[in-house]
Structures are given as C-alpha cells and as structure tokens.
C-alpha cells in the first residue's frame, strides 16, 4: 500500500461507452492545463513515505494488419531489435509494505509479460496465507484468470476460469489497481466498492490525448490555478478527477482503418450485487421532523432509566456491580469491529515478532491518534484484546493549546479508563504540541 500511477501515451482512448457524465471523459473536451513532468510525478509518489519505488514500461507494436506486439522493460529500456514503438503504458508503484517475508518492488510482473501496480490489501475473500504478500498474490492470481474480458459472472462460462471481475470482486478490503494482461492486450484498472483508495483519472482530451492514473495529483492544481487564470482566464482544477469506484478495462486493438492504437474504455459490475447495490445508492441528507426528534427523546429517556434497573439480563462486572447487557445490535457491531482489528495485527508481518522470536524488550507495533474521544477509546480497548499482551501501545494526543486543550484533558481521562479495564496491559501516551497538522504521525485506520 502507498500509491500508483499509469501515463498511456499513444493510443486512442474511446470513453463514449462509459455511464458516467462523460462531458468530462470525451476527448473533444478542452483540457485545462496543468503542467508537471515525470520527475514530479515520481516526487509526488514517494513523499507518501514508500518502503521502495519503481517503475516499468509496457512498449506496444502496431503490426500492420497482423495485431499487436508487446515487450515490458525497465523503465530506461528501449524497444527490442530496434523496433519502433507505436505506444507507451508506463507503470509506477511506491510501496509501503506491511505483509509477506520477502522484501517486493512494484511495479510486478510475470514470466506471462503481465504487469500489476496494486494499492489495498486483502483481509478475506481471497485465501492467502498470513506470510503471503497482497499483490503478489494478487498478481498470481490474476494472471490464472481468463483473457476474454467479456466475462459477467465469477468464472467464465466458456474457459471455466476465474474473470478478473470476479477476483477483484471477491477482494474483503480497500485496494486500487492497475494491470496489464499480456495475453488480451487489456488494460484493468479500478477501485473498491467504497473508494477507500485513492485514485485519480485524466481522460484524454482534444488538448491532451495522455491517458493518466495516479493516486496523487503531482501538483496541486490549486497551485496552479491563479497564474493559469491570469494567462487564459479559466481555472485547471478540472485536469484531474476521482476515478468513480468500479472496475474498468480498456482492449487495445489496431485500427481497421488508420494506422494507430485504438481502446475502448469499458466498465464491469461487480460480481456481487451488494456491491452494485452500494454504488447506485443514492445517499439523501434526511431532516428529522421536531416528532422523530421527540421521540428519539423519549426513548432515549427510557433507556437511561432502564440503564439503572436491574434486571435479569444484567450481568456483574469485574468490580462486582451491575450493568445492562449488550443489546444485540451493538453486539454484533461490537464483534465486527473487534474482527477488524484482529485480522489487521494478526497479518502483518510486524505483529508478529513474538510468533518469530525476534521481540525486543521494547516494540511498540502500532500506535493510535488518541484524543479520548469515543472513536479513539473503542480502538484501543479493542487493539488490548487483539494483540499479544507483552506489546505496549502508544497512544498519540495532538494539542493547540498546551494543558489546557480539551482533546489533552479526556486523552488522560481516557488513559485512566483504559488502565482501570485493562490493567495488565501498557499504554504509553505522547502529548504533542503543534500549530499545524501533524500528517506523519504513525497511525491505525480502519480501511
């Protein structure tokens, strides 16, 4: 996990057949400008804090009337035997690895001429074992999918083979990708049902015919917009846009009757209709009339009096007193966030020095952004039942106002109340001071 991009140069990109609005997805739509070269796009990757960047280039061969050749090279390689290439698929990946043994360079590729930048991990769906890199998997996996990219179901119904659709489907977990499938000539690429990773689209345009995806935009377009103004009198805040979530493929083909590259920008359903559900959903902001208002007091009312009744559902606690059992629907959202965190350390190779024997006196696997408020307490008394009891957990407090911030004083409320029901376990806490927002603190997040 960390970012990915892709610059395709030299093809003719067809968006007609996307749902979408496609006012910002056709190519004789002016583009507003915004100038960066390659270096800043690499720059932009790696201030994300990647373990490792790379970078690989798929070379296309316009062959006449007989196809398509391709050739993947490092990115300073050149085409094979002097051969003039007639389009470019250039493939970056900054990685910030947190599972398998072995150390991994993105971009991936196989001995099939494939090529996988992936940004997400897998938490289910999928059967990996817990020493298993995501994209590495992923790449695998994939690559044993069939190539007719016509595939609605999970499996083809005329190969037998999983579809790519059905694999990225399957995924339990936030993810990006972009793939190359050698043996179709089909470019993939997409993002989760609930866009829970980053990425951005530049469609071709009468102005600029790249074809461009990135996690980053390279340049602010903010940063640009005031002088772009001043010379043209338009902004270029539209250069970029969020890839709408969904998995796409574009088949790259000769065309009939010109000599150039031609794809067709086509888009695919989730094999699981709850994720189709999810994406048509229209979220509607709904005011509550001063009637629901009244009798969500109500009820709230008669809860908090029930909340200081016995009855025989209450159970004793650790200091003998009684309290009201869960009611179920907070138990059963209560276990799935405590799933959530148990698969999250269980599977990261970092979690698991005990298990290898390589545990220090002192390591501090995870922390979490701590303000003592509702979220931030829930995480870390859960992380307490997640996680070996030998590790500590630091917990991080951000202020603006020294000792007398209001996130300060319930972070240290907070930390009395995590001693008092976990007592075994540590907890360090760090009070920072800042006037600005601290991005690099290390952090837990649900994905």
Same mark, same amino acid.
């Given at each position: 996990? +960390?970012?990915?991009? /892709?610059?395709?140069?030299?093809?003719?990109?067809?968006?007609?057949?996307?749902?979408?609005?496609?006012?910002?997805?056709?190519?004789?739509?002016?583009?507003?400008?915004?100038?960066?070269?390659?270096?800043?796009?690499?720059?932009?990757?790696?201030?994300?804090?990647?373990?490792?960047?790379? *970078?690989?280039?798929?070379? /296309?061969?316009?062959?006449?009337?007989? #196809?398509?050749?391709?050739?993947?090279?490092?990115?300073?390689?050149?085409?094979?035997?002097?051969?003039?290439?007639?389009?470019?698929?250039?493939?970056? @990946?900054?990685?910030?690895?947190?599972?398998?043994?072995?150390?991994?360079?993105?971009?991936?590729?196989?001995?099939?001429? &494939?090529?996988?930048?992936? &940004?997400?991990? $897998?938490?289910?769906?999928?059967?990996?074992?817990?020493? +298993?890199?995501?994209?590495?998997?992923?790449?695998?996996?994939?690559? !044993? +999918?069939?190539?007719?990219?016509?595939? *609605?179901?999970?499996?083809?119904? !005329?190969?037998?083979?999983?579809?790519?659709?059905?694999?990225?489907?399957?995924?339990? #977990?936030?993810?990006?990708?972009?793939?190359?499938?050698?043996?179709?000539?089909?470019?993939?690429?997409?993002?989760?049902?609930?866009?829970?990773?980053?990425?951005?689209? =530049?469609?071709?345009?009468?102005?600029?015919?790249?074809?461009?995806?990135?996690?980053?935009?390279?340049?602010?377009?903010?940063?640009?917009?005031?002088?772009?103004?001043?010379?043209?009198?338009?902004?270029?805040?539209?250069?970029?846009?969020?890839?709408?979530? @969904?998995?796409?493929?574009?088949?790259?083909?000769?065309?009939?009757?010109?000599?150039? /590259?031609?794809?067709?920008?086509?888009? =695919?359903?989730?094999?699981?209709?709850?994720?189709?559900? /999810?994406?048509?959903?229209?979220?509607?902001?709904? !005011?509550?009339?001063?009637?629901?208002?009244?009798?969500?007091? =109500?009820?709230?009312?008669?809860?908090?009096?029930?909340?200081?009744?016995?009855?025989? !559902?209450?159970?004793?606690?650790?200091?003998?007193?009684?309290?009201?059992?869960?009611?179920?629907?907070?138990?059963?959202?209560? &276990?799935?966030?405590?799933?959530?965190?148990?698969?999250?350390?269980?599977?990261?190779?970092?979690?698991?020095?005990? $298990? %290898?024997? $390589?545990?220090?006196?002192?390591?501090?696997?995870?922390?979490?952004?701590?303000? @003592? @408020?509702?979220?931030?307490?829930?995480?870390?008394?859960?992380?307490?039942? +997640?996680?070996?009891?030998?590790?500590?957990?630091?917990?991080? &407090?951000?202020?603006?106002?020294?000792?007398?911030?209001?996130?300060?004083?319930? *972070?240290?409320? #907070?930390?009395?109340?995590?001693?008092?029901?976990?007592?075994?376990?540590?907890?360090?806490? =760090?009070?920072?001071? %800042?006037?600005?927002?601290?991005?690099?603190?290390?952090?837990?997040?649900?994905?």
């Amino acid at each position: 996990m +960390c970012g990915i991009a /892709l610059i395709v140069s030299g093809i003719r990109i067809d968006t007609s057949s996307l749902p979408f609005d496609s006012t910002t997805a056709t190519p004789t739509r002016k583009s507003e400008k915004l100038l960066f070269s390659l270096d800043d796009l690499k720059e932009a990757l790696r201030r994300r804090g990647p373990d490792s960047f790379g *970078a690989k280039k798929v070379l /296309l061969q316009l062959l006449g009337q007989n #196809g398509v050749s391709s050739f993947t090279v490092e990115e300073d390689g050149d085409a094979a035997d002097g051969a003039i290439e007639t389009a470019k698929l250039h493939f970056f @990946g900054a990685t910030l690895q947190l599972r398998g043994i072995n150390p991994l360079v993105q971009p991936l590729t196989d001995a099939s001429g &494939n090529v996988l930048v992936y &940004n997400g991990e $897998i938490f289910g769906g999928l059967h990996l074992a817990s020493d +298993c890199n995501d994209a590495e998997f992923l790449l695998q996996t994939v690559g !044993e +999918c069939c190539s007719c990219g016509s595939c *609605a179901t999970d499996r083809c119904v !005329e190969c037998g083979k999983s579809s790519i659709a059905g694999v990225l489907s399957a995924i339990k #977990g936030p993810w990006a990708i972009i793939y190359w499938q050698d043996s179709s000539r089909t470019l993939w690429f997409g993002r989760d049902a609930f866009g829970r990773r980053s990425l951005l689209v =530049h469609w071709p345009t009468v102005d600029d015919s790249t074809f461009l995806l990135s996690s980053v935009s390279p340049v602010s377009p903010v940063q640009q917009a005031s002088e772009y103004e001043d010379h043209n009198g338009i902004g270029c805040l539209s250069y970029w846009e969020e890839l709408p979530c @969904g998995i796409y493929s574009v088949h790259v083909d000769a065309s009939k009757t010109s000599g150039y /590259l031609v794809g067709e920008v086509k888009i =695919h359903e989730y094999t699981n209709s709850m994720l189709n559900e /999810l994406i048509k959903w229209e979220r509607i902001s709904v !005011e509550p009339s001063s009637e629901d208002l009244h009798t969500f007091c =109500h009820k709230l009312s008669l809860g908090q009096h029930a909340k200081h009744q016995p009855s025989s !559902e209450a159970v004793p606690n650790k200091t003998g007193s009684i309290q009201p059992a869960i009611p179920m629907p907070a138990h059963i959202l209560l &276990n799935a966030l405590k799933e959530s965190v148990l698969r999250r350390t269980s599977m990261y190779t970092v979690y698991q020095a005990v $298990i %290898s024997g $390589i545990r220090q006196e002192k390591f501090f696997p995870v922390a979490i952004l701590f303000s @003592g @408020g509702l979220d931030s307490m829930i995480l870390a008394a859960l992380l307490d039942k +997640c996680m070996d009891p030998s590790y500590e957990i630091d917990l991080l &407090n951000v202020s603006f106002d020294g000792q007398l911030a209001p996130d300060r004083k319930s *972070a240290k409320a #907070g930390l009395n109340e995590l001693r008092r029901v976990a007592p075994s376990r540590k907890y360090a806490i =760090h009070c920072f001071l %800042s006037t600005f927002l601290v991005p690099w603190f290390i952090y837990f997040i649900f994905a």
